[in-house]
């Protein structure tokens, strides 16, 4: 993973926490715009890696719904 990947990475986990610790999904934008002022390149690696964690954390849930069947 290169440093882009990285700092994105690592924005958007810290993003996602506060999201889920206050409930406010307005978070995720204004950091993106922030970002977005600076950098377009790291706004955009940020957007895809929220995509990607919220995309496994739905895929982890229906997993274990899924394996609940089975226990």
């Known amino acids: ?8 990475d690592a924005m958007a986990k810290d993003v996602l926490e506060a999201v889920e610790l206050t ?20 706004e955009e690696a940020f957007m895809t890696a929220v995509r990607i964690r ?8 229906q ?3 899924l394996l609940r069947k089975y226990t």
């Open 54 to 61: 919220r995309a496994e954390a739905r895929g982890r849930a």
């Open 63 to 65: 997993l274990q719904a």
């Open 1 to 8: 993973m290169d440093l882009l990947e990285q700092v994105a």
């Open 23 to 42: 409930g406010n999904e307005d978070l995720v934008d204004e950091i993106k715009k922030t970002i977005g002022s600076s950098s377009t390149t790291l």
